[in-house]
């Protein structure tokens, strides 16, 4: 294979940016991949662009046209997986390596597309929560409002994942309106260099959503400014001094670092070593030592096992790594390849060392090696969690520490003394004794997985990031909160609360509010297509009178004879009620009667009913009608329907509400 020479994206053209610097070698066979070139880019042309370019042509796309994108992103990807499994393979990764790696970050872009279809309004900003009434008669309200920043995300990604710490933050960043600038870690960026051209090749994305450094970045930083963002992955070491950079700190930039952490695994007292639970625990033990030869943030580091069964956890622990086939990560019978460089195993024996002066090596031997090779090394320590060097020290390779307790406060003590987490897991099959471990490190994980054997062939794993769930963890995790759905996206979004008469706040945000003007149609809004209908169109039905007969057939019909609807005495002697009242399952049913309209129409289904409350009861003789009002329509893309949500509002004939809910319905595009 030719050896690659490594150019900078900068305003959609790839450029050059001086002399060779440095060969990036492969860790197994010290052959040069790729050459990174000394200078840098022009990075005020490179912000210039996202900011105007990028953005304007982001934002021009609501969030299901993005999110559109993304799907068409992914399944490009997908094609193209075989090119960057095959360099993956250089960098000492294995095919499973690799799979986490590459299959996993294209189908981050899978998840958010769906999200952002399901999830987010086919628009430009997202309503955050319910209004709130400031005044007595509701002429002045607030909303909460997303909206997306003016500025560039800058993503600064580790080594150990080009593909996956890439996509993991574009994602939610493209879904969220801003511009991304990729920043790989120099050792594997050709994977993500490779990645990149494919995608600027196949023209899915619009111009100036992606740029790609490859080099340095320091220079970038000085030139952000409040509307930018700046996520980070790696050492803690380096995440401190991107985090204390004056020109972050005076503008008050935003900065997401999520760091590498001291992840633990406790093993439960109440599990015994002829138990699944226990095979379960050595197996996720293992795994995490040697997937991406434990080059991971999310590995296991420590191993909390009771003092009674430490010996057995050795044993079967040097069982099961003397199984792993360790060499080059090409043949298929190898399970656990190199360290990312020689300089990176280098790193690696000096931590070890430290772990090795006050610890006892159980398993495995430091050793140093002319290439990018080590094994797998476990050490036992029997110090006091204070004095523990392996609750303060990470070695980014294969290998961890067991710690040993006496009862669940100790071993709560052990995990939180790593001071902040990405991960934690716990193996145990009682409810106790994990609800009272879950309650000790909630405070002190980002994640926290409960492993027994009803999840067994489900479960996903410790040091498996979902795209779904927070990425992220307080304290020396970084403090950061990646992925978790749709919350990451508001990392790039400007959250504002605005003030004003619902009229106005109706017309800003597209979603009728309360308080606003309903425009009573006089065609029924159900005969009306989604085209047709304007936020506020509003229908009031006549008026139904409940009748004790009514109560009485539903209590039959349906089966539900709760007492305060058929014994009057009862009902009364509950302190809500002042007598036999009417269903709530009744009033809504009755309420649907009232608004909707038989005939064959627009309207295509009922799909949902939300927010529902019973605020009034509804007594024998009362009369109700209904107020429905177009409260928000999402168009569908490339569907001839869309959604409308109604807010529908029940009242009794002193003009009370009894009961609030939105109805949900697909309806119809006109044929126009």
């Not at 002319?370 to 797998?376: G, I, K, L, Q, Y």
């Amino acid at each position: 294979m030719s050896i690659l020479k490594l150019q900078s994206l900068v305003a959609n053209k790839w450029v050059d940016t001086g002399p060779v610097r440095r060969e990036l070698l492969d860790p197994v066979t010290q052959e040069p991949i790729a050459f990174l070139q000394d200078g840098l880019p022009d990075f005020s042309e490179m912000l210039y662009y996202a900011r105007n370019i990028g953005r304007s042509n982001i934002q021009s796309l609501t969030f299901h046209k993005r999110a559109l994108l993304l799907k068409k992103l992914g399944v490009f990807l997908l094609e193209h997986k075989e090119k960057y499994y095959e360099l993956s393979t250089r960098s000492g990764a294995t095919r499973t390596d690799s799979w986490i790696d590459i299959d996993g970050g294209i189908g981050t872009l899978f998840t958010y597309s769906g999200k952002g279809r399901r999830e987010l309004p086919n628009s430009f900003h997202v309503i955050d929560g319910d209004p709130e009434i400031l005044s007595k008669d509701a002429t002045f309200i607030g909303q909460h409002v997303y909206s997306p920043l003016e500025g560039s995300a800058v993503h600064i990604n580790a080594f150990n994942f080009p593909c996956w710490g890439m996509l993991e933050k574009f994602a939610p960043c493209f879904l969220a309106g801003m511009p991304s600038i990729i920043k790989p870690a120099s050792q594997t960026c050709y994977i993500t260099e490779a990645i990149v051209r494919d995608i600027v090749s196949s023209n899915i994305l619009p111009l100036g959503s992606l740029q790609l450094v490859c080099g340095d970045v320091g220079a970038l930083l000085k030139q952000l400014n409040y509307q930018d963002v700046v996520t980070f992955t790696g050492s803690q070491a380096t995440g401190r001094i991107i985090k204390t950079n004056a020109c972050l700190i005076d503008n008050n930039v935003r900065f997401h670092m999520e760091t590498d952490s001291l992840n633990s695994i406790i093993l439960g007292h109440d599990v015994t070593s002829d138990s699944l639970e226990f095979r379960m625990f050595v197996r996720e033990v293992v795994t995490e030592m040697t997937v991406k030869a434990g080059q991971k943030c999310t590995a296991i580091r420590r191993v909390i096992v009771p003092e009674s069964i430490k010996d057995i956890v050795v044993e079967k622990l040097k069982e099961r790594l003397a199984q792993v086939k360790i060499g080059d990560p090409r043949l298929l019978e190898t399970k656990m390849g190199p360290l990312a460089s020689i300089s990176h195993r280098e790193d690696v024996t000096r931590e070890a060392e430290k772990l090795a002066a006050s610890c006892e090596t159980v398993i495995g031997a430091i050793e140093s090696h002319s290439n990018a090779f080590t094994e797998p090394v476990v050490f036992l320590s029997q110090l006091p969690t204070t004095e523990c060097p392996s609750n303060l020290i990470e070695v980014f390779g294969p290998m961890c520490t067991i710690q040993t307790y006496q009862n669940d406060d100790e071993a709560i003590d052990i995990a939180r003394a790593g001071k902040g987490s990405l991960v934690g897991s716990i193996v145990s099959n009682d409810r106790n004794v994990t609800t009272k471990l879950i309650d000790g490190l909630f405070a002190h994980h980002g994640r926290l997985l409960v492993l027994n054997r009803h999840c067994q062939k489900t479960s996903t794993g410790h040091g498996s990031p979902l795209p779904v769930l927070l990425h992220g963890g307080p304290g020396r995790a970084g403090g950061a909160e990646e992925l978790g759905g749709l919350r990451s996206i508001y990392a790039y979004m400007q959250r504002t609360a605005i003030q004003g008469h619902p009229d106005m706040l109706t017309s800003i945000c597209q979603k009728w509010l309360p308080g606003a003007t309903k425009n009573l149609t006089h065609k029924h809004p159900f005969q009306m297509h989604f085209d047709e209908l304007s936020i506020g169109d509003s229908l009031r039905t006549k008026s139904r009178k409940v009748s004790l007969d009514d109560i009485e057939h539903f209590a039959h019909f349906t089966g539900d004879r709760f007492y305060a609807h058929m014994d009057e005495a009862l009902a009364r002697a509950n302190p809500f009620f002042e007598g036999r009242v009417a269903h709530g399952y009744f009033i809504i049913s009755a309420a649907a009667g009232l608004f909707v309209d038989p005939e064959p129409g627009p309207v295509l289904a009922n799909y949902g009913l939300e927010s529902l409350r019973f605020t009034q009861p509804v007594y024998p003789d009362d009369e109700i009608t209904v107020s429905l009002t177009c409260k928000h329509k999402t168009a569908r893309e490339g569907e001839r329907y869309g959604e409308v949500r109604w807010d529908t509002t029940v009242l009794n004939q002193d003009n009370l509400v009894v009961a609030q809910y939105d109805v949900l319905t697909l309806v119809e595009q006109s044929s126009h």
